[in-house]
Structure formats: C-alpha cells, structure tokens
C-alpha cells in the first residue's frame, strides 16, 4: 500500500497570503495524484486530477505540480473561503490511498 | 446538475448488517465508474471500495473485503454497498463518488452516517 504523508499538519496563514502545502509518496505514483477541500459538514471537492489539472470551476490561484513522490498544492492567494482541510489522493495503484491531511487555518 | 443523495446509513449493533443506497442522477451513470470512500467522525479520507461502468472490475480496501459488497444497476441508475459483519471501526460518513474510468472522483454525495455500537 502507498502511504501518502502531508506536511504541515496545520498552516496557520493571512487572507492574501501564499499557501504551499506538500504531499510525499512512499513510492512513485507517476502524475496520478488528486487534490480534494474539505469544509466542516460538507463532501470533499476535487481541485487538481493528474498532479496539475485544475478541475471544472476551480479558481486559478489553485495550482498543482510534481510527478513520482513529492507534489505540491499552492493556493496563490488566500481567500476566506480557503480555509479548510485538504486531502491528497492517488490512484496509481490499488489499493487507492489518501493523505492525512493538512488544515489551513486563519492566523 | 451533476446529483449524488446516498441512503440507508443508521445505528447497528456489531456483527448486524446494513445497505447503503447511492442515487445518481444529471449525467449518463453507465459511462462512470464509482466508488464509495469513509470518513471516521474527525479522521481522514478511507477509500472503500470502486466498480467499473460495466462491474467488470471491483476493488475493496482489505479493511472490508470479505464483509462488504459494491454493486450497481445501470438502468436505475443506482449504486449500493452492502456491509455485513460490521464492527465499531466502520463507524464513518460514507460518500458515493463517481469517476471516468479510474479517475480521480470528481463529484461525491453528501454521505450517510453509519453508527455500529459495540
């Protein structure tokens, strides 16, 4: 099984600032790797499939990059609506496996 | 407007069984593939368990596999998982989501609790 380990756990920021949040993967999971936001009470949504492709109606101050193990969610610039838990997820191999998460609280 | 409305979660006594119902509707159901994904009261994301458009493929965690089973009739455009033999740690919100072939789930409902007492 692939372990998805994020950093920070929590990353206490300012509205406007700069988000950079990390996914590592204990084996190469090539570009299969989502990103998800999860609000309290509410479903997960999808932000980035295949390491970069921001998915239909998502802001374009959410971008995704890396390939293999280490990916990197940046949110460009915060907005109050961002704060949140995200997940990321692959789906190179079974069985799929999700992170643990990491918040984003307002500093 | 792309609907996912699971059902069917409740309190059961470990060892009970349950039926969880996923209805779909505002996009062609056959051209997905689905799966359903837990989340423990205040924990992370677990996947479950996936089924192709066509259930020729089906995949369960090793957590639920023996105990749970994925179905779907594409002509009711419905997705169900039966869970058997339930124990205390499948406690969770399950979530349906859809997904073009084996893609990244790009829509989920809004989940059903699932309680198992011990």
């Known amino acids: 099984e692939i372990v998805l380990t994020q950093s920070p756990a929590t990353l206490s920021l300012s509205p406007g600032e700069r988000a950079t949040l990390s996914c590592r993967a204990s084996?190469?999971?090539?570009?299969?790797l989502a990103w998800y936001q999860q609000k309290p009470g509410q479903a997960p949504r999808l932000l980035i499939s295949?390491?970069?492709n921001r998915a239909t109606g998502i802001p374009a101050r959410f971008s995704g990059s890396g390939s293999g193990t280490d990916f990197t969610l940046t949110i460009s610039s915060l907005e109050p609506e961002d704060f949140a838990v995200y997940y990321c997820?692959?789906?190179?191999?079974?069985?799929?496996?999700f992170g643990q998460g990491t918040k984003v609280d307002i500093k | 407007e792309v609907q996912l409305v699971e059902s069917g979660g409740g309190l059961v006594k470990a060892g009970g069984s349950l039926r969880l119902s996923c209805a779909a509707s505002?996009?062609?159901?056959?051209?997905?593939?689905m799966n359903w994904v837990r989340q423990p009261p205040g924990k992370g994301l677990e996947w479950v368990s996936s089924?192709?458009?066509?259930?020729?493929?089906?995949y369960y965690a090793d957590s639920v596999r023996g105990r749970f089973t994925i179905t779907r009739d594409n002509a009711k455009n419905s997705l169900w998982l039966q869970m058997n033999s339930l124990r205390a740690e499948d406690t969770a919100v399950y979530y349906c989501?859809?997904?073009?072939?084996?893609?990244?789930?790009?829509?989920w409902g809004q989940g059903t609790l699932v309680t198992v007492s011990s």
């Open positions: 989501a859809r997904s073009l072939f084996s893609g990244a789930p790009d829509y």
């Open positions: 505002g996009f062609t159901f056959s051209d997905y593939s």
């Open positions: 089924i192709s458009s066509s259930s020729s493929y089906i």
């Open positions: 084996q190469g999971v090539t570009s299969y």
């Open positions: 295949d390491a970069s």
């Open positions: 997820q692959q789906r190179n191999n079974w069985p799929w496996t």
